[in-house]
Nanobody, 123 residues
Framework: QVQLVESGGGLVQAGGSLRLSCLAS????????MAWYRQAPGRRREMVAE??????NYADSVKGRFTISKDSAKLAVYLQMNSLKPDDTAVYYC??????????????????WGQGTQVTVSS
């Protein structure tokens, strides 16, 4: 069974920084991509940043402020968030496309989500 566990959320003042971490564990054969999404109250879940291979993509609202990175050996993805704004307040979710191990062999590509971590930015 594959799990994604996020950490690093919290309360910070506007202009401050936070670093989110997400660790994948379980019967994993390979990870295709990893990403961070967020969902604010009353709003749809949106992609914040994603990484596949050496390619990264960012939402326009976070470009220049957030940096996504991964550690393939640790099955981890990180999100460094600088110059935080009150509009960044949301629950942040880790997301990964993973090939699990099934019956001793590689299974079908599945989409996994973490439980979310709250980020609150005060003005």
């Amino acid at each position: 069974q594959v799990q994604l566990v996020e950490s690093g959320g919290g309360l910070v003042q506007a202009g401050g920084s936070l670093r989110l971490s997400c660790l994948a564990s379980g019967s994993i054969k390979a990870i295709s991509s990893m990403a961070w999404y967020r969902q604010a109250p009353g709003r749809r879940r949106e992609m914040v940043a994603e990484v596949f291979g050496r390619t990264t993509n960012y939402a326009d609202s976070v470009k220049g402020r957030f940096t996504i990175s991964k550690d393939s050996a640790k099955l981890a993805v990180y999100l460094q968030m600088n110059s935080l704004k009150p509009d960044d307040t949301a629950v942040y979710y880790c997301n990964a496309d993973i090939f699990p191990v099934e019956n001793g062999d590689i299974g079908k590509l599945n989409h996994y989500w973490g439980q979310g971590t709250q980020v609150t930015v005060s003005s």
